[in-house]
C-alpha cells in the first residue's frame, strides 16, 4: 500500500471515528439535558409558570433577535447581560434581602455584618441548588420565598422590555429600543424562559454536587464556582497541545525537504487556463462579495457605537429604525455570507479550469444560483427585520423570521432555500470537476479532496436543519456548532487547502505527488481536532460531564495544523519569489501569508485562550470571546476569501495591470486595522472583565454597572483608529475590484502567456 492510500485510509477511519463519538455525545445531550417541567408551583399551590410559558417566552426572546441581544448561558452578544446569569443573581439578592427584612428589618442583607451574610448565603445555596423536580409529574417545586424573588425578578424583567421611564437609563446601557417586546405577556411569557435558564445553571444533577450546565456561570454567592473536571481537563489539554504540536515538528523535520525541487516554469501556466463562459459568469459574485463586505462593515461600525450611545448613533434615534440586535444580526450574519460566497464563486471558477471540461447549461446554473444568493440575502434580512420590530408574529417568525441563534439566524424557509442553493453548487462544481477525477493523473487526490469537500459544504449545512421550533436548547446548541465549527471551520478549510495545493501545482511551485501527500496529512491533522473540538462549545450548555472531557482534549489538537500552516506559508512566500512572473501572484500569497499569520494568533493564541475548560468558565461570553472571534473569522477565512477571489480574477482579466498600490493599501491597512481592533479594545476590555468576574462574578462583568465605566467607553472610542483603517483597507479593495472593469490599464501578455479563451 503507497503512502497516497495509507492516507486515504487513515482519513476515512479517522472520519469514521470521530462522527461515531460526535453523534453519541448528541445523544447523551439529548438524554441528560436539564429537563423542562410541565408546571412551576410554589409551596402554597401557586403556578408560577407552565411549559407552555416557558416555551412560548423562548419563542419572544427569538424573535427580539435572541443572541444577538445578551446571551443566554454565554452564547450571544456582549452589550447587554447574560439573562440567566444575570436573573440567577437577582433572585439569590431577592431572596436574601427578602429574609434581611423579615428577619433583621434592614432592606437590604449587605446591611448585615459579614458573618452573618455568609451564613445568610450558605443558606440560599441551601435553596436554590437542590433539584426539586418531579420527573413523575413534570413539576418543578419552589418555596413561597422563592416565589415571591421570582415575582419580584419578572416584574424588573417586564419593565425592562416595555418603555416603562424608571427603567430607561437601563435600555440604553443594553442598547435595547423601548418597547422591545410592546405585548404585556409576552413579556410575562419572556421571564419565564429567562427564570427556566437561571434555574437549570444552578440546579444539581441528579446524583451530582454540579448543575446542569457544570457550575456555569462563575457566582460564589450561589454556590457556582468551577467542577474538578474544568480543572483536571484544562491540564490535560495543555498535555495534549504540546504532544501534538512535537509530534507535528518531529514530521516536519523527518519529512520537509526530501522531495525534489520542481522545475519551476519560465511563464505563467494559469495563462494558458482556456476561460470559459461559466467561469467569466462567476466575475459577478465577487461583485457581491466587494458589495456584502462594505455593508458588514458598515453595520459593524453602527453595532460598536451603539456600545457608547445605547440608542442613539452620533445623535440619530437609529435604534428607533435598526435597533442593535438587528444590526447585529446583519454584521455577523454578513461575514458569513461574503466569506462563503467568495468560496462558492471560487469553486465556480475552479471546476473547469481543473478539468478543462464546460458542461451543458453551466453558465446558466451559475447565473441561477447567484440570483437565488441575492432573493435569499434580501428575503432573509427582511424578514428579520419585521420579526425584530415585532411585526412578523410568533407564529410565522420560525420560518420567515429571526430564529435568534448566533451566526444561524435566518428564519427556516430562508435556510432550505440555502441548502438548496449550496446543493445546486455542489451539483455544478462536482459535474465540471468530474472528468478530472474519473481520468485519473497525478493531480486526483487533490482533486477527489477538492470535490469531497464541495460534498460536505453543501450538504453539512444540513445540520442547521435537525432542531425544530421548540427543540430543547441545549440540542439546539449540539447541531448549531455543527454549522458554525463543523461547517465553516472544518470542510471549509479542507477545501481551501485542496484548492491552494492544485493552484500551486498549476504554478509549477509544488510537484503534485509532494503536493498531494502533504494536502492529505494536513486533512488528517486538521481533522484530528476539528470534529470532536467542536465540543468545547457545548461544555456549559446543558450537556453532560463527557463534553468537557472529549472537547478539552480534541480541541486542543485544533492548534497543531495552525503551526504546520505557518511552515507552508513561509515555503510559499519564498516560492512567490521564485520567478519574475511570480509576480502576477504577489498579492493573492500575500493574503495566504496573512491567513498563516491570524491561524496562528487569531485562531492559536486568542482561541487557545479561551478554550480549555477552566479559562473558557469565566471567559465565555466576555470580550476575549469576540476577540477570538474577528481575529480569527476574518483574520483567516476573510483573509482567505480576498486570497481565492484575487487568484480568480487573476485569471478572468489576466491582461489587466493590476494597481499595486491600492491592493498595498487594502492588505496593510486590513491586517494592520484588525490588529488594532484586537489589541486597543477587545483585548483589553476581555482581560478588564475577567478580573471582574474572577473578583465578583460573572454577573458583574456582564452587567450595566461594570459596562458603563469611562474606562470601558475609554477603550471602546479606541477602536475608531483602527475601525477607520480597517475601512480604508476595504474600500481600496473594492476601488481595486471596481477598476478591472471600469478603468483597466491592459498590458499585451507574451504570446507565451497568452490567454487561450
Not at 493552484?503 to 486533512?523: D, I, P, Y
Not at 454577573?699 to 480604508?728: C, G, K, N, Y
Request: net charge neutral; proline share 5%.
Amino acid at each position: 500500500m503507497n503512502s497516497t492510500r495509507k492516507l486515504w485510509v487513515g482519513l476515512a477511519a479517522l472520519l469514521i471515528a470521530s462522527f461515531a463519538v460526535l453523534l453519541w455525545v448528541g445523544s447523551e445531550v439529548h438524554r441528560q439535558a436539564p429537563p423542562m417541567p410541565e408546571q412551576v408551583v410554589a409551596d402554597d399551590g401557586t403556578v408560577v409558570y407552565t411549559r407552555k410559558d416557558i416555551e412560548t417566552g423562548r419563542q419572544v426572546w427569538q424573535s427580539i433577535g435572541g443572541q444577538q441581544l445578551g446571551s443566554i448561558w454565554g452564547h450571544g452578544g456582549y452589550v447587554a447581560p447574560d439573562w440567566g446569569a444575570d436573573w440567577l443573581h437577582r433572585e439569590a439578592e431577592a431572596v436574601l434581602d427578602l429574609w434581611a427584612k423579615r428577619d433583621a428589618g434592614v432592606d437590604s442583607y449587605k446591611h448585615l455584618d459579614e458573618a452573618t451574610q455568609a451564613a445568610y448565603a450558605k443558606r440560599v445555596q441551601q435553596l436554590l441548588r437542590p433539584n426539586t423536580y418531579d420527573e413523575a409529574t413534570g413539576t418543578v417545586h419552589v418555596s413561597n420565598d422563592r416565589a415571591l424573588a421570582i415575582a419580584q425578578v419578572a416584574s424588573h424583567y417586564t419593565d425592562l422590555f416595555s418603555d416603562d421611564p424608571g427603567t430607561a437609563e437601563l435600555r440604553e446601557a443594553y442598547a435595547m429600543r423601548n418597547n422591545t417586546v410592546p405585548d404585556a405577556e409576552h413579556r410575562r411569557q419572556l421571564t419565564a424562559f429567562y427564570w427556566w435558564a437561571a434555574w437549570s445553571s444552578v440546579t444539581e444533577r441528579p446524583g451530582a454536587e454540579i448543575s446542569y450546565t457544570a457550575n456555569w456561570p462563575a457566582d460564589e454567592l450561589v454556590g457556582n464556582t468551577p467542577p474538578p473536571s474544568a480543572f483536571m481537563w484544562t491540564v490535560f489539554s495543555v498535555l495534549f497541545l504540546i504532544l501534538g504540536v512535537a509530534l507535528l515538528g518531529w514530521h516536519y523535520a523527518v519529512n520537509h525537504g526530501d522531495e525534489m525541487a520542481p522545475v519551476l516554469p519560465k511563464t505563467d501556466p494559469l495563462a494558458k487556463i482556456r476561460i470559459t463562459p461559466s467561469m467569466r459568469a462567476t466575475a459577478k459574485y465577487f461583485w457581491v462579495v466587494i458589495a456584502l463586505f462594505v455593508v458588514q462593515i458598515l453595520l459593524g461600525a453602527i453595532t460598536a457605537h451603539y456600545q457608547v450611545e445605547g440608542q442613539e448613533a452620533y445623535g440619530f434615534a437609529l435604534a428607533d429604525i435598526l435597533p442593535y440586535s438587528l444590526t447585529r444580526t446583519w454584521h455577523t450574519q454578513l461575514a458569513v455570507l461574503w466569506i462563503a460566497t467568495a468560496w462558492l464563486g471560487m469553486g465556480l471558477y475552479i471546476g473547469p479550469a481543473i478539468s478543462g471540461h464546460e458542461p451543458r447549461f453551466q453558465r446558466v446554473g451559475v447565473n441561477f444560483l447567484w440570483t437565488c444568493l441575492l432573493i435569499i440575502v434580501v428575503g432573509a434580512f427582511t424578514g428579520q427585520w419585521f420579526a425584530v420590530m415585532q411585526k412578523l408574529g410568533l407564529e410565522h417568525n420560525f420560518w420567515f423570521g429571526h430564529q435568534g441563534w448566533e451566526y444561524v439566524d435566518l428564519g427556516r424557509f430562508w435556510q432550505w432555500f440555502l441548502f438548496v442553493g449550496l446543493t445546486l453548487w455542489l451539483v455544478l462544481v462536482g459535474r465540471a470537476l468530474w472528468p478530472a477525477i474519473r481520468h485519473g493523473g497525478e493531480s486526483r487526490s487533490i482533486v477527489s479532496l477538492l470535490f469531497l469537500s464541495t460534498v460536505a459544504i453543501g450538504l453539512f449545512y444540513a445540520a442547521g436543519l435537525m432542531w425544530g421550533e421548540h427543540t430543547h436548547l441545549s440540542m439546539v446548541e449540539y447541531w448549531r456548532w455543527w454549522v458554525v465549527h463543523l461547517w465553516v471551520e472544518g470542510f471549509f478549510e479542507v477545501f481551501a487547502v485542496a484548492v491552494i495545493a492544485f493552484l500551486f501545482t498549476r504554478l509549477g511551485l509544488l510537484q503534485t505527488k509532494s503536493a498531494t501527500v502533504a494536502v492529505l496529512f494536513a486533512t488528517i491533522v486538521f481533522m484530528a481536532g476539528g470534529v470532536l473540538g467542536t465540543l468545547h462549545h457545548l461544555y456549559f450548555t446543558g450537556t453532560p460531564t463527557a463534553v468537557i472531557a472529549i472537547g478539552a482534549s480534541f480541541s486542543a489538537l485544533e492548534v497543531v495544523p495552525l503551526a504546520y500552516v505557518g511552515f507552508e506559508a513561509y515555503h510559499s512566500w519564498k516560492m512567490g519569489k521564485a520567478t519574475p512572473w511570480m509576480q502576477r501572484y504577489r498579492w493573492p500569497i500575500m493574503f495566504f501569508i496573512a491567513v498563516a499569520f491570524w491561524n496562528l494568533v487569531g485562531a492559536g493564541l486568542f482561541g487557545f485562550l479561551i478554550n480549555p475548560p477552566l479559562p473558557l468558565y469565566y471567559m465565555q461570553g466576555l470580550n476575549l470571546t469576540p476577540n477570538h472571534g474577528h481575529t480569527a473569522l476574518f483574520g483567516v477565512y476573510g483573509m482567505l476569501g480576498i486570497g481565492l477571489m484575487l487568484f480568480c480574477l487573476r485569471g478572468l482579466k489576466p491582461d489587466v495591470v493590476w494597481n499595486e498600490k491600492l491592493l498595498k493599501t487594502a492588505f496593510w491597512s486590513l491586517n494592520i486595522g484588525l490588529g488594532g481592533m484586537s489589541l486597543l479594545t477587545l483585548l483589553p476590555l476581555g482581560i478588564l472583565q475577567l478580573n471582574a468576574a474572577l473578583e465578583h462574578g460573572y454577573w458583574f462583568a456582564r452587567s450595566a454597572e461594570f459596562m458603563q465605566q469611562p474606562i470601558v467607553d475609554m477603550l471602546v472610542w479606541m477602536r475608531v483608529p483602527a475601525d477607520t483603517l480597517f475601512s480604508v483597507g476595504a474600500l481600496s479593495l473594492v476601488w481595486f475590484v471596481v477598476s478591472l472593469w471600469l478603468s483597466p490599464r491592459r498590458e499585451p501578455l507574451p504570446v507565451a502567456q497568452a490567454n487561450e479563451a
